[in-house]
């Protein structure tokens, strides 16, 4: 093993708590507990109540083969039926909010707001009304990657256009809802969308335009999430009262030696992820390091103009300051190696310019492989970044493909990384006032389809009726909201 991962080893030796004990540390009073689904992951109903097709619709019916075991989203656990029955399930745990999303082909078909389903408005109006009289508070993500597949025909976020179009759509949303809802994340984990439908799903079936496309959905992914929070603060924030921000991927990247190249390297991987998105919002512009990295490959392969567009100077001051808090998505830890010296096709991926390895120093238990540290210093970095601001923790949990209703390993798992959260508070001052539970209840997980369990509750899929099963993780985390603390449960 080369210095840099044994000196990263030893640090998160060091911070992995499970075998030394919990910190005594208690969440504070104000502290908020929720937990998430997603519209494609839970709704099924793909095709009822005047509901119009996603992309996601037509990537599992067009090309099964990318997705894990070949099924899809259409009914998925049957939520647009069934969830009289879940709310209540997820009050029982004691959540003081809920986090779902808005399918936006459910309420404008075409995507576009000359043609409104009313029965999909009615649905999340039903959906929000329950949601506060089981005593949770309704957040809301208006988009989480379930994009109109009308839109998408012509171009998605590749298209200038569907800015107006995500501006009209989350316009309603606030309109409509606005007087209950009072947190909204406008688009969950851009940096996912844009990779993970570009270079890692339809780049395996159809031919894609790599290395510029997510660029371009990226470019205008920022500008709708901008243009739609100014919209809010200019027309809502005063009567509503409510707080609108993104929910940012961060990968953390760990230098695989201890040579400068690759030091360099897991810097610029961070940059990649976290940063493409967060440093227009919280800072202006994209970050240098990208700016520069994609314009030296586009000169190196004769271009005169990168291949990263470029925001006006109207377009940076616009998008700059468009937060009210910072969403932090830490799942994702890696070591990072060096390939500059490498001629690699373009795509957003090859651009970087390293290998992603992963070894035992991390935690593998969990296809979401991290470590409790890396978790930790990624809510550092995005607290930093943006001076201290809030920081919420939208979407955090534990994703195996085995598991019983005695789920221990998500019990450690939870145990292990709130822990370091009360940490994070109380040590490094970082001000972190939610955790969102990834998720509220087992579901078709995207790519993943059925095999990936993440859920407080089981799901048993081979069952006519779906049926629902609070598992132990479900009565541990109902322990942590009631005593604001993790040592009192016995595993």
């Known amino acids: 093993m080369k210095v840099a991962q044994v000196l990263a080893v030893a640090l998160i030796c060091l911070h992995f708590r499970m075998g030394f004990g919990l910190s005594n540390y208690t969440f504070p009073s104000g502290f908020k507990f929720g937990a998430a689904t997603a519209s494609y992951t839970v709704e099924g109903a793909w095709n009822e109540d005047g509901k119009g097709a996603s992309i996601w619709d037509n990537i599992t019916h067009a090309f099964p083969s990318v997705i894990a075991d070949g099924l899809n989203g259409d009914v998925a656990i049957d939520e647009y039926h ?40 009615d649905y999340y109006d039903n959906l929000i009304n329950l949601i506060i009289s089981q005593g949770l508070e309704p957040q809301a993500v208006a988009f989480n990657f379930d994009i109109p597949w009308e839109l998408e025909k012509v ?47 339809l780049s395996r079936v159809i031919t894609q335009n790599l290395g510029f496309k997510e660029y371009q959905c990226a470019h ?5 999430h901008a243009a ?32 400068q190249a690759d030091q360099d390297a ?46 006006t100077a109207a377009e940076i001051a616009n998008i700059k300051g468009s937060y009210d808090f910072v969403g932090v998505n830490a ?14 096709t373009p795509s957003l991926q090859n651009d970087i310019r390293v290998t992603e390895t992963t070894n035992a120093s991390l935690d593998l238990s969990s296809v979401y492989i991290s470590s409790p540290q890396t978790f930790r210093d990624s809510i550092i970095f995005a607290s930093d970044y943006c001076d201290g601001c809030e920081i919420i923790l939208t979407e955090h949990g534990f994703n195996t493909r085995n598991e019983t209703l005695n789920d221990t390993a998500r019990i450690n798992f939870m145990q292990t990384y709130m822990d370091e959260v009360l940490i994070a508070i109380n040590e490094d001052d970082i001000n972190i006032t939610a955790y969102t539970m990834w998720s509220a209840i087992d579901f078709f997980y995207f790519n993943f389809g059925e095999t990936a369990k993440l859920g407080l509750i089981h799901v048993d899929f081979t069952s006519s009726n779906l049926t629902r099963t609070p ?7 109902k322990n942590i909201i009631q005593t604001r603390s993790l040592t009192q449960f016995q595993v």
């Open 155 to 201: 171009g998605g976020f590749t298209n200038d256009s569907t800015v107006q179009h995500f501006v009209d759509y989350t316009d309603l949303l606030f309109k409509t809802f606005g007087d209950r809802v009072k947190f909204w994340v406008t688009v969950n984990e851009g940096h996912a969308f844009c990779k993970l439908i570009v270079d890692d799903i």
């Open 471 to 477: 598992k132990r993780s479900s009565e541990y985390y």
């Open 220 to 224: 205008n992914v920022i500008k709708a």
């Open 82 to 121: 069934r969830y009289t029955e879940d709310i209540p399930l997820f009050a029982d745990i004691g959540l003081d909010f809920y986090k779902f999303s808005f399918s936006w082909p459910r309420i404008l078909p075409q995507g576009t707001i000359d043609n409104i389903n009313q029965k999909g408005l």
């Open 266 to 311: 897991a810097v610029r991987a961070r940059t990649f992820v976290f940063e493409w998105f967060a440093h227009p919002i919280l800072k202006g512009d994209y970050p240098q390091v990208l700016i520069d990295q994609v314009g030296n490959l586009s000169q190196q392969e004769g271009r005169n103009v990168s291949r990263l567009p470029q925001f």
């Open 331 to 344: 799942f994702r830890t890696f070591f990072a190696t060096d390939r500059s010296n490498q001629n690699l």
């Open 228 to 259: 739609a929070y100014r919209n809010y603060e200019q027309n809502y924030k005063a009567s509503q009262q409510g707080k609108v921000g993104m929910a940012y991927s961060i990968y953390w990247y760990l230098p695989a030696s201890n040579s």
